[in-house]
Antibody
Framework: EVQLVQSGAEVKKPGESLKISCKGSGYSFTSYWIGWVRQMPGKGLEWMGIIYPGDSDTRYSPSFQGQVTISADKSISTAYLQWSSLKASDTAMYYC??????????????WGQGTLVTVSS | SSELTQDPAVSVALGQTVRITCQGDSLRSYYASWYQQKPGQAPVLVIYGKNNRPSGIPDRFSGSSSGNTASLTITGAQAEDEADYYCNSRDSSGNHLGVFGGGTKLTVL
């Protein structure tokens, strides 16, 4: 059974750093891209970026380039999303998702349960 | 980058058919995938590719596409279908990036 299990909720202060995780199991972790999706309170889904754990090839949506860092450790089947200096506007639910594919068509077929990040002074 | 546009809200009477649409230039080149999200839950893939349903998704859900518009149709909507629905597509630049639509809140009356 494919599973993506994310780390628990975080409460941080502005300016602090943070790294959240997403552990995959039940499939070949190095063979599928893993994406990160932001959902701010009461808002829609936003495509942040994606990483291929096999070689750590990483792509960012222009809106998130330079704002976050996506990484992966294939030895422990885990992807990460990190911030060096959090802002209150980073308060959101963050989802990781596996990107499946069929030919040139991509889609997120399995999702983590989400990690709630709250940034408040 | 690309943009996908969805109607913010749609309603349907119980048992009737509803179509949720998604417009964007990238849809001329790529199919949309569709996700259902209920309050407090992670999104769930309901349609991908030309018109494919993952295992466990009822066959009342179907997808179609024409020009720059993708559609998700629910034939015989049920109360449990009340949710937010998001479309997603590859970025029109052809790289590995993607984009979500703004979402449609479906109310089943």
């Amino acid at each position: 059974e494919v599973q993506l299990v994310q780390s628990g909720a975080e409460v941080k202060k502005p300016g602090e750093s943070l790294k959240i995780s997403c552990k995959g199991s039940g499939y070949s972790f190095t063979s599928y891209w893993i994406g990160w999706v932001r959902q701010m309170p009461g808002k829609g889904l936003e495509w942040m970026g994606i990483i291929y754990p096999g070689d750590s090839d990483t792509r960012y949506s222009p809106s998130f380039q330079g704002q976050v860092t996506i990484s992966a450790d294939k030895s422990i089947s885990t992807a990460y999303l990190q911030w060096s200096s959090l802002k209150a506007s980073d308060t959101a639910m963050y989802y990781c998702a596996r990107r499946g594919y069929s030919g040139y068509e991509y889609y997120f077929d399995y999702w983590g349960q989400g990690t709630l990040v709250t940034v408040s002074s | 980058s690309s943009e996908l546009t969805q109607d913010p809200a749609v309603s349907v009477a119980l048992g009737q058919t509803v179509r949720i649409t998604c417009q964007g230039d990238s849809l001329r080149s790529y199919y949309a995938s569709w996700y259902q999200q209920k309050p407090g839950q992670a999104p769930v893939l309901v349609i991908y590719g030309k018109n494919n349903r993952p295992s466990g998704i009822p066959d009342r859900f179907s997808g179609s596409s024409s020009g720059n518009t993708a559609s998700l149709t629910i034939t015989g909507a049920q109360a449990e279908d009340e949710a937010d629905y998001y479309c997603n597509s590859r970025d029109s630049s052809g790289n590995h990036l993607g984009v979500f639509g703004g979402g449609t809140k479906l109310t089943v009356l």
